[in-house]
């Protein structure tokens, strides 16, 4: 008999859903700061020990849900990896644009539990998906991670300076050739 089984009935995964939808309401009702467990617990329908039985922390709850709430983590590789780099780039976009007051929490504090779960849940997994997407176009480059980073920068820069995410064909035509340059005068080429 094995010492590892768990005691009790196996986790409902509706419940788990309920609680992380619960969670990301409040947040973007609230904000981190304001977020509750116990008014989590409440909306989702559970109590506080199943609750904290499942994440033990508020931050770690909150990753979870901005997990949950994205689309899948990665681009599926194909056979063209500039398309798998342009899908990779646009989900961001759109992610950036539907939870804006996630990047507003990076903005105004960024040493913050909510700035640090939005990097660990948004950012980092995107950072990610888009060196390994370029990784494929370009090859193992020194820069390839600045070069990953900047893209996903122009996507934010440009929510920041026009109020709106840029589109597929603007990431396409003008945020990829960025990227991909081969060398410093191919970008300078590729701005101007």
């Known amino acids: 008999m094995s010492t590892n089984r768990r005691r009790g009935r196996p986790r ?3 419940v788990e859903w309920a609680i992380l939808r619960a969670t990301l309401a409040l947040l973007d009702d609230g904000g981190y700061e304001r977020l509750r467990m116990a008014d989590v617990g409440s909306r989702a329908g559970v109590g506080l020990g199943s609750l904290y ?3 033990p922390t508020k931050y770690a709850l909150v990753v ?3 997990r949950a709430a994205a689309p899948s983590r990665g681009v599926e ?3 063209d990896p500039v398309e798998d780099l342009v899908s990779c ?3 961001f976009a ?3 644009g539907r939870r804006g007051a996630l990047l507003a929490a990076l903005l105004t504090d960024p040493a913050s539990e909510m700035a640090a ?3 660990e849940a948004e950012l980092h997994p995107a950072r990610e998906s888009a060196v390994e997407q370029l990784r494929r176009i370009i090859g193992p480059v020194p820069d390839l991670q600045t070069r990953a980073d900047c893209g996903l920068a122009l996507i934010v820069q440009h929510l920041l300076l026009q109020g709106s995410v840029p589109g597929e ?3 396409r035509e003008r945020i990829l050739p960025l990227m991909t340059a081969a060398d410093r005068e191919s970008a300078r080429h590729v701005a101007d």
Do not use: G
């Open 77 to 79: 590789p194909t056979d």
């Open 12 to 14: 409902d995964p509706a």
């Open 64 to 66: 979870d849900a901005l």
């Open 94 to 96: 759109e992610k950036v």
């Open 53 to 55: 039985r499942r994440w």
């Open 117 to 119: 779960a939005v990097r």
């Open 169 to 171: 064909t603007e990431i």
């Open 89 to 91: 780039l646009t989900s």
